[in-house]
């Protein structure tokens, strides 16, 4: 009805649904009726006639071939339908043309036309392909242009279906899907005979990289870019594109697979040191550098490019990787993230222009990694996005000594990656090919701040590594690598055919190349790695060298503390905050008033506060950090009336992006590396992970075990990233009472058996030795303290900050300004406070030394027996354990047991650490040379608590009593 009541209703087709649209225009085109209504056609072609762009297609061909008279020919159905059809034949190839697309270098996997592929899906027969029909406008075909079947069908599949696939259909943005669309079905650039030699160059050296470290290291691991080589100049054409675009700062992250070439032909690492790496042994005295050298990075702040003659200075940063192959994506992420917030606090707005991330995967890796997802879920979170990554991934077409078919489910291995980025597949033996999707790729992350994806099919000439034999696993395949042409080889006769280079050049090239491969080989003996005395950058000012620490002090006034907690405390006018949250800022207020009852959350307030008024950034970061897992610590309001409008109270004290608190999506792995990237970026920056729970640390655990425990040892790079772990037993059971503390002690480096000497109360060696700190804090103050530390010192080491739950509100858990005042400074041990007991000194009969809430239920059932001969000292930094104040402490008490009580069981917690340290301590003691620590607490388990309430308490009483009696 809608279309035979009126002929013009159907030029009003653009505003119905689309899906409407389509079921109409298929009624038009086999409707005998409509068709032969004369006053319908004449009147689509007085539209023609006025508008030849606002018909369809299909009418356009007819009224072109037709004379003036609209009624001296009929419409041809069957015409009208194939015109339509050609629209969709289109499409089809838009979204599926990359499923025949030429993209195995090695032309050994075996795919099938789609159906979707074939004309014959579309109504189409042989006979068809010499007709002419009228293209639908689009960059493919001009506008208004006819082309027969088969010439449509070849440039569909010159676009779609020759050494790159694109696959862009999924992408939800109009502008994008657009953009893309007319950038791939455009011409390609056409490229210069010079540009073509500098291809040509790069691939030589590329080439000649891998051949000069066979022949001089032919049993050496260098997971070699033999078959990928292509890589070098796609990464040096992306490289320039993005510096011609905006870009001066590129963070790469990799793993080992062509790492070393990389190194050299892109980041400009002198040959010299890398062929050093290959025979050199460290020194006991030469710090970092402890690593293979394909896990090593490198930082060259000043390259040079040049692109059309015109010079751009970038920083190329190229991070440190562990074997475990996608860890560093999040840090890379991270890094990223925070450099671009340094530059938006300086006032420079094109901050997501100029750093760019690109990080190159193995395919393998890419789809088998859980990390991958929940990186590529950050890219469009406001807290966490980088304005679009750049992912490479070198396509073996194996993982190790898999097969893709049992590697993943997927048809490609960047299929995951379909829920935020287009994907470009490009065969890795079409360089042209390769250096155009580079710069393609480089121009959409421009564009749109968006990440995208390129998929560089190649081969791998060797098996995992070059001492691996891949003829046992996949023989079929290595026989046909065996017999293929290097990249080289081909692009050169291709170039020779076009008279644009000769043998001779190729030979000059690489004579030239082997003859600096040779000269760095004699220079690489005597090369020395220049280990400086401090860092460069953000953290020149920081030292690398061990020296004797300055402990400072870290309160502050009183007056400005007051002032931070009385403006956090004032709602903006019209906020309407809950009714709950009133009481707890009223509370706040009084507590800034009166300077006592200070809480645990109204302290970290304060350490922030008094940070932002320094000029540090404050990041907090983690699951629920705005109100905080256990409803304490409300850093973000938000107005009960009025959705999404929000107050920070913190964000008033400081300009504009210096502080930061966010709620990740629920992973641990990749927010924990993105915020280790972010607190690399500036020693000045405190950055802050949280954990819901304590133990749900341990779905990152890679980033503590690679980078947070060992980057110093094995890097060169510090980092002061604060790990906020909750942890307590209350009888939450066992995944929600440890944070496994255990783990983070096993890794540090102190030796039991060593007490430090230099132990002073304004310098000491044994914290820059040490390579992670462990604490908890028994009370609000120290918690203030130990936050401020980590910014006040000339040096920067990780924080394992095992967090309270119930002391969060515990009214014996708080602190008064003068815990805070100038003068004051963090405790690593609170000794006994009760001034009777420490008075008896030769009287006390046990010294119980512990950490964190149990405290609290010692002094508690101390207390109600009324006993007068038991000390209880807090050790409240783990590590590096406080030998001195130990040995200290049990001097006070020359009678006394010692004993070490704690919640977890034996095999958890503190004790298999601090037993052979406090045994050390007391050596060195006057009263307890041959003594040792009597541990107290629960029996070894192999979980970390009992999920029975009653049990937890029959314990918990337990060990207490036998702790005091």
């Not at 942890?727 to 503390?741: D, F, L, Q, V």
């Amino acid at each position: 009805n809608f279309v035979c009541s009126s002929g013009e209703n159907m030029f009003r087709l653009r505003s119905v649904p689309r899906l409407a649209r389509q079921v109409l225009r298929r009624q038009l085109a086999t409707c005998p009726v409509l068709l032969q209504q004369g006053s319908y056609k004449d009147a689509m072609r007085r539209k023609w006639l006025a508008d030849p762009e606002s018909v369809h297609p299909a009418w356009q061909q007819l009224f072109s071939a037709q004379t003036s008279d609209a009624s001296s020919a009929e419409v041809s159905p069957e015409l009208i339908n194939k015109t339509l059809q050609i629209e969709k034949l289109i499409r089809a190839y838009r979204v599926r043309g990359h499923k025949i697309s030429r993209l195995d270098p090695l032309n050994l996997t075996k795919r099938d036309t789609p159906k979707e592929l074939e004309m014959e899906e579309f109504g189409f027969t042989e006979a068809d392909l010499d007709q002419q029909f009228v293209m639908p406008e689009s960059a493919l075909f001009a506008q208004g242009e006819t082309r027969t079947l088969r010439e449509m069908l070849q440039r569909l599949s010159a676009v779609y279906c020759d050494t790159i696939g694109y696959e862009y259909a999924h992408i939800q943005d109009h502008e994008c899907f657009h953009w893309l669309k007319d950038r791939v079905e455009s011409p390609r650039p056409a490229i210069s005979p010079e540009e073509k030699k500098l291809i040509m160059g790069r691939l030589i050296k590329a080439h000649g990289f891998e051949s000069f470290l066979r022949k001089k290291f032919s049993s050496e691991k260098r997971f070699g870019l033999d078959g990928g080589e292509v890589l070098i100049p796609g990464m040096l054409g992306l490289i320039e594109q993005l510096a011609v675009r905006g870009a001066d700062f590129l963070v790469f992250g990799m793993a080992h697979r062509g790492r070393l070439n990389m190194l050299h032909n892109v980041l400009q690492k002198r040959l010299e040191a890398i062929l050093n790496e290959f025979t050199s042994s460290l020194q006991q005295d030469e710090e970092g550098m402890g690593d293979v050298k394909y896990h090593l990075g490198a930082s060259v702040k000043s390259a040079v490019v040049n692109v059309n003659g015109r010079d751009y200075n970038l920083h190329l940063s190229l991070l440190a990787n562990p074997s475990h192959l996608e860890t560093v994506d999040p840090v890379v992420l991270g890094k990223v993230r925070g450099e671009q917030d340094l530059l938006l606090a300086e006032g420079h707005q094109d901050h997501a222009q100029r750093v760019v991330p690109v990080l190159v995967h193995g395919d393998a890796a890419f789809a088998g990694q859980g990390v991958v997802f929940e990186t590529l879920g950050m890219s469009d979170l406001p807290d966490y996005t980088t304005r679009g990554t750049i992912h490479i991934v070198i396509n073996n077409q194996i993982g190790f000594t898999t097969d893709p078919k049992f590697s993943r489910s997927t048809d490609y291995c960047t299929d995951i990656a379909k829920m935020v980025a287009p994907i470009f597949h490009v065969n890795a033996d079409d360089p042209e090919a390769v250096l155009h999707v580079f710069k393609l790729a480089a121009d959409y992350r421009q564009t749109f701040n968006k990440d995208v994806v390129i998929d560089l099919i190649c081969y791998r000439v060797n098996g995992h590594n070059e001492s691996d034999q891949p003829m046992f696993t996949q023989p079929l395949v290595y026989k046909a690598i065996s017999k293929h042409p290097t990249i080289v080889k081909q692009y050169q006769q291709i170039l020779e055919s076009e008279n644009v280079i000769d043998k001779s050049w190729v030979d000059k090239k690489t004579k030239e190349f082997d003859a600096q491969c040779e000269e760095a080989f004699t220079k690489a003996p005597e090369y020395h790695p220049r280990m400086d005395e401090t860092f460069g950058g953000r953290w020149c000012n920081f030292r690398t060298k061990v020296n004797k620490a300055k402990i400072y002090d870290t309160g502050v006034d009183v007056e400005k503390l007051r002032d931070i907690g009385l403006r956090c405390a004032e709602l903006p006018e019209g906020f309407n905050v809950h009714h709950q949250l009133e009481r707890v800022l009223a509370a706040r207020k009084q507590t800034m008033l009166s300077g006592k009852d200070i809480d645990w959350a109204t302290a970290e307030q304060l350490a922030f506060g008094s940070l932002l008024l320094e000029g540090h950034l404050v990041r907090l970061s983690g699951q629920d950090v705005e109100r905080g897992t256990f409803s304490h610590r409300h850093a973000v309001l938000h107005d009960q009336q009025v959705d999404g409008k929000k107050f920070v109270p913190l964000a008033q004290l400081a300009q504009k992006g210096m502080f930061t608190v966010s709620n990740s999506h629920l992973s641990e792995y990749a927010v924990m590396g993105f915020e280790l990237g972010y607190a690399s970026c500036s020693p000045m920056s405190l950055v802050c992970w949280e954990a819901q729970f304590g133990d749900f640390a341990n779905g990152a655990q890679s980033i503590v075990d690679q980078f947070l425990s060992s980057a110093e040892a094995k890097w060169r790079r510090q980092s002061g990233l604060v790990l906020l772990l909750p942890h307590g037993y209350e009888g939450m059971g066992p995944e929600h009472s440890s944070c496994r503390i255990e783990r983070f002690l096993q890794m540090i480096n102190d030796d039991e058996a060593v007490f430090p000497p230099d132990m002073g109360h304004f310098a000491r060696v044994q914290i820059e030795t040490i390579n992670m700190q462990v604490a908890n804090c028994t009370t609000p103050a120290n918690y203030f303290h130990i936050l401020r530390r980590q910014m006040h010192r000339e040096f920067r080491k990780p924080l394992i900050l095992a967090s309270p739950k119930s002391l969060l509100r515990a009214t014996t858990a708080r602190s008064t300004f003068e815990d805070m005042q100038p003068g004051t400074r963090f405790k690593r041990v609170i000794p006994e406070v009760n001034q009777e007991i420490t008075a008896a000194g030769e009287k006390v009969r046990r010294l119980v030394l512990c950490s964190g809430k149990v405290y609290y239920d010692l002094v508690a059932a101390r207390d109600k027996s009324g006993a007068k001969d038991i000390a209880i000292a807090r050790v409240e930094q783990i590590a590096p354990f406080p030998f001195d104040l130990v040995q200290r402490h049990a001097d006070e008490y020359p009678n006394a047991e010692i004993v070490w009580c704690q919640e977890e069981p034996r095999n958890n917690g503190a004790w298999t650490y601090v037993d052979p340290r406090i045994e050390t301590s007391l050596q060195h003691s006057s009263h307890h040379s041959n003594k040792r620590a009597r541990y107290v607490g629960r029996h070894a388990s192999a979980a970390t608590a009992t999920g029975d309430k009653h049990a937890h308490e029959d314990q918990q009483r337990e060990l207490v009593r036998e702790a005091l009696e």
